[in-house]
Structure formats: C-alpha cells, structure tokens
C-alpha cells in the first residue's frame, strides 16, 4: 500500500505544479496583450488626390503587400485557428460591416507604426515594427487608397491567443510578434531615403516590402513564426545564401519569373514573387544593392 500512495502524493503534487505553472504562463501574457498603449499623434496629413491613390494602390499591392495577410481584396482573411496553436485574423481594411477602414487616419497610423489597435491593445502578428519605416508620403497614400476601396462586409472571429503560443510568448520564442511592446516607446526611425538605386532605398524596401516577416529580421531565414504549414524555410538572403554566387540579372529573373538560377521554381503559395516581380528594375536593383550589403559574396562558382 505504501508505494502506491507516495505515488499518489507525487503525482497530486505534479498536477498542483503543472497547473500552478499555467496559471502563471496564462497571467502574465494576459497581462502583456492586455495593456493599454498610449503613443504619440503623428500628426500625418492623408491626401485626397487621384495620384495619392494610384500611388497608395501600388504600395499596398506590390511592395508593402498588405494583401499578403489581409487579403486580396483586402477585406480581411483568416490566418490560422488551432486550438493550441489559436486564432488570428488579419482584419477587414475596407469600411464595410466588419471592417477598419471608417477609423480615423491617426488611428490606423498608430497600427501601422505601433502595432497597437483601435482600443490601445496591442496588436499580434501586424508587422508594424518594418511598417513603421514607411515615409509620411507614402503611408499617407496607403490610408488614401484604403479609404477609396469599395465597402465589403466580412467579420472575423475575434483572437484567441493558444496555450501553446502563451508559452513561446511566455518563454521569449517568438520575438517581434508583439510589436507594440518595443515600438511604444522607440524614437522615430530615421527619415526614409529618396529613391533611387542604392542602398539606402534598397533597405527601406525590404523593411516595408516584407522581406524580413518571412526571410527573418536579419534576412539569414529560416522558419518564422507566421509560417503557413508545409512552407518550406525562407532561403539566406545574405551573401551566405543562395545569392551570394548570383549576378543582379539573376536575382532580377528570379523575382520576376519565380525560377531561380539553379533551374528551381520558387513556390508562389510561399514566396509572392509574382507581386514582388511587379517591382520595377530600379526598385529591385536597389534591393540587390542592399542585399550584397550584407556580407561577403560567396566564391565557389560565383557568376558575374
Ligand atoms: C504579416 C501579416 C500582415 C501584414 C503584411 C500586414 N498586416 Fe495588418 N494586421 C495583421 C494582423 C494579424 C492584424 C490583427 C492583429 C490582432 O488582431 O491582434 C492586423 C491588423 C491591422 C490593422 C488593425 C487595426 C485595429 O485597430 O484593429 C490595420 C489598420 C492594419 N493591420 C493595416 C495594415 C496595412 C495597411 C498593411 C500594409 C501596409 C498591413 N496591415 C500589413 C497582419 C498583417
Ligand atoms: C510571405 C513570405 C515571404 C515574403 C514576404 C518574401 N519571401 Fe522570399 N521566399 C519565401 C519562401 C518561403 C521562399 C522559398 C520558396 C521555395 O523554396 O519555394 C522564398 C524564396 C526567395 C528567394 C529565392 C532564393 C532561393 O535560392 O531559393 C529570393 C531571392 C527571395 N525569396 C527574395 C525575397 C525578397 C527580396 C523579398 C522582399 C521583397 C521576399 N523574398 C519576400 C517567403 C517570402
């Protein structure tokens, strides 16, 4: 008899610790997603005319590509929803039933380059912390070209943050997938650079275009928290990647026609070459140029 009760007493005491541990785990991310973020007006003046829009329509679809999580008619998508894992939904950026788009311009200022939501929350997963390099001129246009698309109703279900998630919150896994909790208080980033074929402009597009969501914030890759199951890693970027023994045209190509020079065709569902492609040459040339920034070019068999 006397085994089998310590055993019981073992296994009761487990059991109090394991849902001591949740309780804490449970708490403090609520506490976390709970807070309420005050950050400063940005004062951004929105404009109204036709060419702001164009501009906008251009930014959202091929280069901020907000389509990527919101939709391709922007009106809001589902992302996951798993019982451990959670549910999120990118919202519905349009001003029907359901949607963002009739907030006023500070407010979705403050998403973009705060991550925090139209009640202080903060925001999950909404890459503010690269959005928020967009210049005033174009995320100006951006909320002007939100503004014109037609109303669409769609609710989503609200979020739910799984048991599994708290705990990678809890234990520092996923960093960045709160942005709000590092961006309340950081200064403004530095004036975003004129276009042109360098590589400056070359790193305020990959902040804005993305880049760093899936290929990671250092570009080196690797599986990301926003990962659609069966994505394959997003490839090294950097000169110890792939690319280091590409040429410019190499890369070019491969964005545009979603073949890299090795003969291998880049899955669509996973990398959005075909919107990315729709960047002109000097727009990618300058990405190329930020891209080679970065570290040494490989030797073996590089190309001209
Ligand atoms: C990587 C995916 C992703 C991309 C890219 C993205 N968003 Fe989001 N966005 C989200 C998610 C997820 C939420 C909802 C987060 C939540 O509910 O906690 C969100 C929320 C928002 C909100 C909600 C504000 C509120 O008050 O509820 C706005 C506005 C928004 N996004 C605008 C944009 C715009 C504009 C772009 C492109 C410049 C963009 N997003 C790109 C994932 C994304
Ligand atoms: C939504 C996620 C996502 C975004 C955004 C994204 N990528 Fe990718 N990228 C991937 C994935 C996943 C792969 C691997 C695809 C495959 O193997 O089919 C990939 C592959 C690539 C490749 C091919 C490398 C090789 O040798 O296989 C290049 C080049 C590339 N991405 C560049 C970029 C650049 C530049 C940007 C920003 C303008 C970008 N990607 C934005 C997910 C993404």
């Known amino acids: ?14 059991a109090g610790l394991a849902a001591l541990s949740a309780c804490i785990v449970y708490a403090s991310t609520e506490l976390r997603l709970r807070r309420s973020y005050r950050v400063p007006a940005s004062g951004l003046q929105v404009p109204a005319d036709p060419e702001a829009i164009v501009r906008g329509q251009r930014l959202v679809h091929v ?17 996951g929803d798993d019982p451990w894992i959670g549910r999120l939904a990118a919202p519905n950026l349009t001003r029907g039933r359901g949607g963002v788009g009739s907030l ?6 403050r998403s973009i380059r705060y991550g925090v939501g139209r009640d202080g929350r903060p925001l999950v997963m909404m890459p503010a912390q ?23 109703d769609r609710e989503l279900p609200p979020r739910r943050v799984g048991p599994l998630s708290r705990l990678a919150f809890f234990l520092g896994r996923v960093p960045d997938v709160v942005p ?32 760093r969501v899936c290929h990671r914030q250092d570009l080196r890759g690797g599986l990301h928290p926003l990962a659609i199951p069966g994505e394959p890693p997003p490839p090294d970027l950097t000169g110890a990647g792939p690319l280091g023994t ?19 065709a880049l899955d669509e569902a996973y990398m959005p070459w075909r919107r990315t492609g729709r960047m002109s040459d000097s727009e990618l040339g ?19």
């Open 246 to 264: 590409w040429s410019e045209r190499d890369f070019v190509h491969t964005l545009r026609t979603g073949i890299t020079p090795e003969g291998r």
């Open 1 to 14: 008899m006397r085994p089998r009760r310590t055993v019981t007493r073992i296994l009761t005491v487990c």
């Open 104 to 109: 006023s311009d500070e407010r979705l200022v």
């Open 130 to 152: 690269y959005l928020r390099n967009l210049s005033d001129g174009d995320l100006g246009a951006i909320i002007a070209y939100l503004r014109s698309l037609p109303p669409i």
């Open 180 to 211: 709000a909790e590092t961006l309340a208080d950081a200064s403004p980033p530095p004036p975003a650079p004129e276009p042109a074929i360098s590589v400056g402009y070359g790193r305020y597009l990959v902040d804005t275009a993305g880049c």
């Open 286 to 304: 300058a990405i190329w140029r930020y891209l080679r920034s970065l570290g040494p070019r490989r030797t073996d068999g590089a190309r001209s």
């Open 63 to 79: 280069v901020a590509q907000c389509t990527n999580c919101h939709g391709a008619d922007l009106a809001g998508q589902l992302l």
